[in-house]
């Protein structure tokens, strides 16, 4: 039976980092990367975003809202198929990780959880 190597660390470079689980771990920063983004040809120290049904993002990007959402300070909220035009992927906070403007509520930031890519 042979082993597939495991690569490197993406944040040190170290050559000790081991299986955890779905994860690699490595002991020497304490990083944890999936061990699917090694598989999949994509670079582990690139940060891949997915909508609901699992469809890679990219800024600029069309999406879709796939269920209503509550907005603070707005009696509507947004509904479920608005459409989100030229978006642009950042580290945001509690998940947030879309940057954009819809029409009507001007600039917000969401989670890729609540998009579909169109």
């Known amino acids: 039976m042979t082993e597939t ?10 050559a000790y980092a081991y299986e955890m689980g779905a994860l690699l771990v490595c002991p020497e920063c304490a990083h944890e990367w999936p ?10 120290g690139e940060r ?8 890679v993002l990219s800024d600029g990007d069309t999406v879709s809202v ?3 959402l509550k907005v603070k300070g707005s009696p ?3 509904k479920a198929g608005t459409k989100v035009r030229n978006i642009r992927l950042v580290h945001g906070v509690d998940g947030h990780d879309i940057d954009c403007k819809i029409d009507g509520f001007g600039a917000m930031q969401l989670k890729s959880s ?5």
């Open 114 to 118: 609540v998009v579909r890519k169109v």
């Open 66 to 68: 796939v269920k209503g």
């Open 5 to 14: 190597p495991v690569p490197p660390c993406p944040a040190c470079s170290s």
């Open 48 to 55: 891949v975003v997915r909508d609901a049904v699992g469809n």
């Open 76 to 78: 509507s909220g947004i």
């Open 35 to 44: 061990l699917s983004a090694s598989d999949s040809g994509e670079t582990a």
